[in-house]
T-cell receptor
Framework: DTEVTQTPKHLVMGMTNKKSLKCEQH?????MYWYKQKAKKPPELMFV???????INESVPSRFSPECPNSSLLNLHLHALQPEDSALYLC????????????????FGPGTRLTVL | RKEVEQDPGPFNVPEGATVAFNCTYS??????FFWYRQDCRKEPKLLMS???SGNEDGRFTAQLNRASQYISLLIRDSKLSDSATYLC?????????????FGSGTRLSIRP
């Protein structure tokens, strides 16, 4: 199974709402990622979890809060978002070794298309 | 200077043509390299990894030149289904994980 799943596919929320994006993989990957992608731009890295610990936070505003409940799940909690946060949010996973095995490709989920009104 | 730079495109070529994309990277610590393709409103999908010796997968050939810090992708006998955005991706060791840096992408359109 080489699939990364994300829910929901689409989300419309107001600026005062709290919502969560979910991502799941069953490939035994130990690194998981959140990306944000605006139209006609490449994905921008937001967060990296390695062995369920937050390894990288690319200076993302605190209105985005990641959570990794276990090695298969990754959540992104959203609160008080702005209209400019509307984008495609992509989750990815990869094999990652503590010894620094950095040669592995990432597999992406289909994304959640978020609209903030 | 951007960490990963690609040909801006767009490329518009006839079916059956050969097309080549180049990509340069600035971080000499970069460890691994990939080409992804992304169709409109879809997620990026791995096209191929790029190895030091160069590698081929059917109509696709990828090359890596570490000395000059660039990678390339060659598509032979292009098909209509090759129309997509091609993203050059570089993986950089970072702390206990790695950072993956995307190029801005090159849009390819194949015309009948």
């Amino acid at each position: 199974d080489t699939e990364v799943t994300q829910t929901p596919k689409h989300l419309v929320m107001g600026m005062t709402n709290k919502k969560s994006l979910k991502c799941e993989q069953h490939m035994g990957h130990r690194a998981m990622y959140w990306y944000k992608q605006k139209a006609k731009k490449p994905p921008e890295l937001m967060f990296v979890y390695s062995y369920e610990k937050l390894s990288i936070n690319e200076s993302v505003p605190s209105r985005f809060s990641p959570e990794c409940p276990n090695s298969s799940l990754l959540n992104l909690h959203l609160h008080a978002l702005q209209p400019e946060d509307s984008a495609l949010y992509l989750c990815a996973s990869s094999q990652e070794g503590l010894a620094g095995d950095f040669y592995n490709e990432q597999f992406f989920g289909p994304g959640t298309r978020l609209t903030v009104l | 200077r951007k960490e990963v730079e690609q040909d801006p495109g767009p490329f518009n070529v006839p079916e059956g043509a050969t097309v080549a994309f180049n990509c340069t990277y600035s971080n000499s610590a970069s460890q691994s390299f990939f080409w992804y393709r992304q169709d409109c409103r879809k997620e990026p999908k791995l096209l191929m990894s790029v190895y030091s010796s160069g590698n081929e997968d059917g109509r696709f050939t990828a090359q890596l030149n570490r000395a000059s810090q660039y990678i390339s992708l060659l598509i032979r006998d292009s098909k209509l289904s090759d129309s997509a955005t091609y993203l050059c991706v570089v993986n950089i060791p970072y702390s206990s994980a790695s950072k993956i840096i995307f190029g801005s992408g090159t849009r390819l359109s194949i015309r009948p």
